[in-house]
């Protein structure tokens, strides 16, 4: 789906990770970082950047924030454009 252009990089990231599956184990912001970075960069995140993301959301962001914050970042198009998929 994502090569053919039927789907966005960015739907399956947030249907994956905003699924009732996924929302069923309860996972801490910790957790919730560590799959937002595993998911749309490919990469698990240093140590600096997880602790940002993690006190944006202790005070008061909210996980669709972030998750926008994501796709909207320049390094998700640059993956995206890397494997030739539609991001958004």
Do not use: K
Not at 11 to 38: K, P
Not at 51 to 77: C, I, K, P, Q
Request: hydrophobic content about 40%; overall charge negative.
């Amino acid at each position: 789906f994502l090569i053919h252009g039927d789907y966005s990089a960015r739907t399956a990231s947030h249907e994956f990770l905003f699924s009732e599956e996924f929302i069923s184990y309860g996972y801490e912001d910790e957790v919730f970082v560590d799959y937002l970075y595993r998911a749309m960069m490919g990469r698990t995140p240093g140590t600096d950047e997880a602790a940002y993301w993690v006190w944006r959301l202790s005070t008061g962001m909210t996980r669709e924030a972030a998750f926008d914050e994501f796709a909207n970042s320049h390094e998700f198009a640059l993956i995206c454009q890397d494997y030739g998929i539609n991001c958004q």
